[in-house]
C-alpha cells in the first residue's frame, strides 16, 4: 500500500522543502497543489519550470499521483492545469465543481455541463483523468 499528501498543507514552505518533508515523513507520493505559491498554473509558464518541478518531486523520491487547482473555475486556468499534470505524467486532474449561484442549480446548470465538457476533452488530449471535488456551497457538494 502505498501513501499521498497534498502539498495544499504546505503552502508557507517553498516547494522543495515541502516535498522533502513529505518524503521524510514516508509519504510515497504527492499530489502537487497548483495553488501553492510555487506551482501556480499561471506561473508555471514554460517547459522548463515545469521540468524543475518534476525533478523536485524525483530527487524527493516522491511518485506524483495528482495534480489539483481549487481556485477559480475559469476553463483557461484549469485548461493549464490539465496541460500541466500531462507534462508531469499525473493521472489524476482535481477541481472544484462550480458556485452554485443565488438562483438555484438549474439556473446555471447548462453553462457548467458545458464548461466540464471543454474541460474533459482537454483532460483526454493530455490522457488524464478529470476529478471534480464536491465542496459545500459548489455543484456536487452539500
Not at 122 to 129: G, H, I, M, N
Request: with cysteine.
Amino acid at each position: 500500500m502505498q501513501f499521498g499528501f497534498r502539498t495544499r498543507g504546505f503552502v508557507k514552505w517553498g516547494m522543495d522543502r515541502a516535498l522533502s518533508a513529505l518524503a521524510q515523513i514516508g509519504y510515497d507520493g504527492v499530489e502537487i497543489c497548483l495553488e501553492h505559491p510555487d506551482s501556480n498554473p499561471i506561473r508555471l509558464g514554460d517547459a522548463d519550470e515545469i521540468e524543475a518541478l518534476r525533478k523536485l518531486v524525483s530527487d524527493a523520491g516522491l511518485e506524483i499521483t495528482a495534480v489539483s487547482y481549487h481556485i477559480g473555475t475559469d476553463v483557461e486556468t484549469i485548461s493549464r492545469t490539465i496541460q500541466i499534470a500531462g507534462e508531469l505524467d499525473a493521472d489524476i486532474v482535481v477541481i472544484n465543481g462550480d458556485p452554485i449561484p443565488a438562483a438555484g442549480k438549474e439556473a446555471e446548470w447548462p453553462r457548467m455541463v458545458e464548461r466540464l465538457r471543454m474541460l474533459a476533452e482537454q483532460a483526454e488530449l493530455w490522457r488524464v483523468t478529470l476529478a471534480v471535488e464536491p465542496e459545500p456551497g459548489l455543484y456536487g457538494g452539500q
